[in-house]
């Protein structure tokens, strides 16, 4: 079974238990990125669906390493991860960040897999891209139950499996588990089908060459991890890290606006003033996410308006009047309190974030108290 010492080989400059900062689309960009990772842990750049600003963000992390190198950063990789949404993102504009090999621009440490159509549909980048970096870019995938987790791992063999529950910010399955229940069982159903593969009576095959055993991966957990109690809960569960998501949504290197930093900080109680739900896509007009995804966020106006029959054109015309005032005012107004309209992406442990701190020291915090409270675990008599 994978190791946090196996994460630590692939990622050196990261410090156990390894945080991953997620790849939040428009909002993780160099900055949160390259001060997660620089803090012991892994930015990932949000790429999202649309990979033509791929190389600016890469190019603009790439400076901000080299005016500030991370240690312990080995010369073939840049110490952060991207991430895409494979239902809309571009393959070949992936793989041009890829090829041809310099010395002067490293691949990315890793490349985090989101929301197909299909498991097959990240056949193709997984295969390439262990290709064009000679296995230096580790896989990553994101699954929420334990079908996909199987079908994921039988037909990639990713290096890392981000498990992720229903209390997770942005987008997730609209039907699934939280944590406490999904992450085990993944574990034991991932571990059991690599055990299969290696038996022999997986191996023998009236092929000349039988498939290869599959190499179980490491675990991270997201959804609602948000302290050290989370994290360490987390660990208990069978992870071997987390990441961190919505804790990091009111630290000064998020690219949002400080309207919905002040949403954020302000919101609590997340089971009940939360939502999964198809709705904000429709308004912001990011409808081309698979009918099984839906995005969590805070309830506002307009959710409110839509529950009591607004027309959805009505709602759309609202929301974008809104947004278009949002740059001038820094969303004061779609993000007010009672009245915002603007939408606030964000897991359901919302209320564990009390205040904004900078990204690393969320990450060196989140982290140290886990230390904590496994040590004081371990001292325990039950």
């Not at 987790?149 to 990639?156: E, G, N, Q, S």
């Not at 929301?319 to 359901?348: F, I, M, N, P, Q």
Request: net charge neutral.
């Amino acid at each position: 079974m994978a190791s946090m010492e196996q994460l630590q080989n692939d990622y050196p400059w990261t410090k156990a238990p390894i945080l991953a900062g997620a790849p939040m689309r428009l909002i993780s960009l160099a900055s949160l990125t390259v001060e997660v990772s620089r803090a012991g842990g892994i930015g990932f750049l949000g790429a999202g669906s649309d990979l033509t600003t791929l190389a600016s963000t890469l190019n603009t992390a790439r400076s901000l390493l080299t005016s500030h190198p991370i240690r312990n950063t080995p010369p073939n990789i840049l110490p952060l991860g991207v991430g895409v949404l494979n239902w809309g993102a571009d393959l070949s504009l992936w793989l041009s960040q890829l090829s041809p090999p310099n010395p002067s621009t490293p691949p990315p440490a890793a490349l985090w897999l989101f929301a197909p159509h299909s498991a097959a549909d990240l056949v193709p980048w997984v295969r390439e891209t262990r290709l064009r970096t000679h296995g230096a870019t580790k896989i990553w995938i994101q699954i929420g139950s334990v079908a996909e987790a199987r079908d994921v791992t039988r037909l990639c063999r990713p290096d890392v499996l981000v498990v992720q529950g229903v209390d997770a910010g942005g987008h997730g399955l609209t039907h699934g588990a939280g944590l406490l229940p999904l992450l085990p069982e993944v574990v034991d159903a991932v571990m059991r089908l690599c055990s299969a593969s290696a038996s022999p009576s997986a191996s023998s095959s009236s092929s000349s060459s039988p498939p290869s055993p599959i190499r179980a991966p490491a675990f991270i957990a997201a959804g609602g991890v948000l302290d050290g109690r989370t994290l360490a809960a987390s660990l208990v569960l069978g992870a071997h890290g987390a990441v961190l998501g919505t804790a990091l949504l009111a630290s000064p290197e998020a690219n949002i606006t400080q309207g919905y930093r002040d949403a954020v900080v302000s919101a609590a109680d997340g089971g009940q003033t939360t939502r999964r739900t198809g709705l904000y896509d429709v308004l912001r007009g990011t409808t081309e996410w698979p009918a099984r995804y839906g995005g969590r966020g805070v309830l506002n106006r307009s959710w409110e308006d839509a529950e009591q029959g607004m027309d959805v054109e009505d709602n759309k015309r609202l929301y974008r009047e809104v947004e278009s005032r949002s740059k001038r005012d820094e969303g004061a107004e779609g993000w007010a309190a009672g009245s915002g309209r603007l939408t606030t992406y964000a897991g359901s442990g919302v209320g564990l974030l009390r205040e904004g701190k900078e990204a690393g020291e969320v990450v060196r915090e989140v982290r140290e108290e886990a230390i904590r409270l496994q040590r004081r675990m371990g001292d325990a008599r039950l």
